[in-house]
């Protein structure tokens, strides 16, 4: 994979070990992808300290929170430590969070207290490459917002963050987010249930590549109705993408979303359909909720 010269630097431990480390695994992680290069990125979210010990070589553990992270960050997990006893946290486990919060204070890391941080603030501008840790994020992100990113790896997410680049490739590409899935929606969505459900019931037949293409959803689609499709098509499928025509910005018409392509496969999606995946995610029979 070709590096720059700044990315060279890194990879040669010029700007010390913790950068050497993260240009050297993302070298070898695009090289996996096929990627041909890096790209930069605007923004990232990744998950709350605790995967670092997981992840990261305990001699680079330290030097990781002396860093600043490339780009702004977003934590999609924090306790909420101004109430730690209400929520049943130990003191040791308040003041460690409290530690992490103050160190995260000079990284250039914000602390959301979300995994759905664009409802918080963070809306990446359209054709921007982002980087996310978090499932449904990643997929609202690329498809109704039009940013570009994958769900990047542990230890990936902090390699990214730290250099601020990540492999170009798959959605990250215009060829990489063209549709090649049809799914014709023959029926009308009255909530948002029915739109998890058309996500649920779509995502038993995608694989991860897949990037499934709607028609037939009219009227007033809400950003709730979106997440919910999205969140529900990673659930079943692991998908990182989809269009909805005439609603998400990258299907103004269905020519438009596939690219002048033909969909590998069409899925019709009646009301039998909806009512069959509600029915799946239900499990609480008749029962009504006393408010």
Known sequence: MYLTKDEEKMYNGEYGKLYEWAMRFLAAYGDGLESERLVKISA??????????????????NEFFKSRMAVPVYTNVHPDIECWKEIGMSEKAYQNAKSIEMKYANMNVFLTGSCAAYLIGWAPAFGSHVASIESALYVYLNSVLGARTHRESYPGIFA??????????????DEGRRGNLLVKVKTELNDTMQYNALGYHVGAFVTDWDRPVFTGISGDVGTDDLKFIGAALQLQGSVGLYHVVNVTPEAPTIEYAF???????????????????CEKLSTGGEEKLIT
């Open 44 to 61: 990232a979210c990744f998950d709350y300290y605790r995967t670092l010990e997981w992840v990261l070589p305990p001699e680079l553990y």
């Open 160 to 173: 990214v963050a730290l250099t601020g680049k990540t492999p170009y490739t798959g959605l990250h590409t």
């Open 259 to 277: 690219g002048g392509d033909e969909p590998k496969e069409t899925i019709t999606v009646g009301k039998r359909e909806i009512k069959g995946a």
